[in-house]
C-alpha cells in the first residue's frame, strides 16, 4: 500500500520577483515499510519535500496525498512522526513528558500516553533517561529520545529531517540504528534525509535532489 504520494507536488517561497522555488513538482510514491534515504547538498530542497511529505507543509503546486494513512488532518499523532534535524524537546519537561505529550495533545489519557511512552523508551534503551530534563541529555540521547517519542505514536511513515547532522560519527550511527529498528518493529514506510554519505550508504534505496528538483525516477 502506498502510505504517500506526490504528483507534481512543488512549493514556492514568496513572489513575483523574490519568489523562490524551493521544490520543483515532486512525482514519488512510497510503500509502507519501504526504508529510503534522500541525498543532496544543503538547500537543494531535500527539507522541503520532507514537510510536504510530512504535511506540515502545503504545496503550491500539485497535490500530496496519503492513501493508506488517511486525510491531512489525521497525520499526526499517530499515521505520521517527524523527527527534526534540530533539538526538539522541550525544556520544561522530563524525557517521559516528553514522549508523552503528543499523545496528550491528541486527547489519549494520561495513563494511556504514559504508558505509551514508557514502552517507547523501553525499546530504545532510554529507560534510565525517563526522569532526566533534555538539559542533562547528550546529543545524541535527545535524538534518540525524539525517535521515542515519534515511535509512541505509532507511525506508519516516519520522517526525519537530518536527523544526523549535529551529531559525531558513531553518535549518529546509533541515532539511524534507532530508526531503523522502529521502524522496522512497527512495519513502518521510513524517509531520511541527509547530505552525509555514511547515513545514505544504510539505505538500499536513495533518492537525490539538486536545485529543488527529485533527480531519481521515484518509485519505492
Same mark, same amino acid.
Given at each position: 500500500?502506498?502510505?504517500?504520494?506526490?504528483?507534481?507536488?512543488?512549493?514556492?517561497?514568496?513572489?513575483?520577483?523574490?519568489?523562490?522555488?524551493?521544490?520543483?513538482?515532486?512525482?514519488?510514491?512510497? @510503500?509502507?515499510?519501504?526504508?529510503? &534515504?534522500?541525498?543532496?547538498?544543503?538547500?537543494?530542497?531535500?527539507?522541503?519535500?520532507?514537510?510536504?511529505?510530512?504535511? =506540515? @507543509?502545503?504545496?503550491?503546486?500539485?497535490?500530496?496525498?496519503?492513501?493508506?494513512?488517511?486525510?491531512?488532518?489525521?497525520?499526526?499523532?499517530?499515521? *505520521?512522526?517527524?523527527?527534526?534535524?534540530?533539538?526538539?524537546?522541550?525544556?520544561?519537561?522530563? *524525557?517521559?513528558?516528553?514522549?508523552?505529550?503528543?499523545?496528550?495533545?491528541?486527547?489519549?489519557?494520561?495513563?494511556?500516553?504514559?504508558?505509551?511512552?514508557?514502552?517507547?523508551? @523501553?525499546?530504545?534503551?532510554?529507560?534510565?533517561?525517563?526522569?532526566?530534563?533534555?538539559?542533562?541529555?547528550?546529543?545524541?540521547?535527545?535524538?534518540?529520545? &525524539?525517535?521515542?517519542?515519534?515511535?509512541?505514536?505509532?507511525?506508519?511513515?516516519?520522517?526525519?529531517?537530518?536527523?544526523?547532522?549535529?551529531?559525531?560519527?558513531?553518535?549518529?550511527? &546509533?541515532?539511524?540504528?534507532? =530508526?531503523?529498528?522502529?521502524? *522496522?518493529?512497527?512495519?513502518?514506510?521510513? *524517509?531520511?534525509?541527509?547530505?552525509?554519505?555514511?547515513?545514505?550508504?544504510?539505505?538500499?534505496?536513495?533518492?537525490?535532489?539538486? @536545485?529543488?528538483?527529485?533527480?531519481?525516477?521515484?518509485?519505492?
Amino acid at each position: 500500500m502506498i502510505a504517500v504520494r506526490c504528483e507534481g507536488a512543488g512549493r514556492t517561497f514568496g513572489t513575483g520577483v523574490r519568489a523562490v522555488v524551493a521544490v520543483h513538482g515532486a512525482n514519488c510514491e512510497i @510503500d509502507t515499510g519501504r526504508h529510503l &534515504a534522500i541525498t543532496g547538498p544543503s538547500g537543494s530542497g531535500k527539507s522541503t519535500l520532507l514537510h510536504l511529505l510530512a504535511g =506540515l @507543509d502545503r504545496p503550491t503546486t500539485g497535490t500530496v496525498t496519503w492513501p493508506a494513512l488517511g486525510s491531512w488532518d489525521e497525520l499526526r499523532p499517530g499515521p *505520521v512522526g517527524v523527527v527534526f534535524q534540530g533539538p526538539s524537546l522541550l525544556p520544561p519537561l522530563d *524525557v517521559r513528558e516528553n514522549v508523552a505529550l503528543p499523545l496528550l495533545l491528541a486527547g489519549v489519557s494520561e495513563a494511556e500516553a504514559g504508558a505509551a511512552a514508557d514502552a517507547a523508551l @523501553d525499546r530504545l534503551g532510554l529507560s534510565a533517561l525517563a526522569a532526566k530534563l533534555p538539559e542533562e541529555l547528550s546529543g545524541g540521547q535527545a535524538q534518540r529520545v &525524539a525517535v521515542a517519542r515519534v515511535l509512541a505514536g505509532r507511525p506508519q511513515l516516519i520522517l526525519a529531517d537530518e536527523p544526523t547532522g549535529q551529531l559525531d560519527h558513531l553518535t549518529g550511527g &546509533a541515532v539511524i540504528d534507532a =530508526l531503523i529498528e522502529s521502524a *522496522v518493529l512497527l512495519g513502518a514506510a521510513l *524517509v531520511v534525509t541527509t547530505h552525509d554519505p555514511a547515513v545514505a550508504d544504510r539505505f538500499d534505496v536513495r533518492w537525490e535532489m539538486a @536545485d529543488g528538483r527529485l533527480l531519481v525516477p521515484c518509485s519505492a
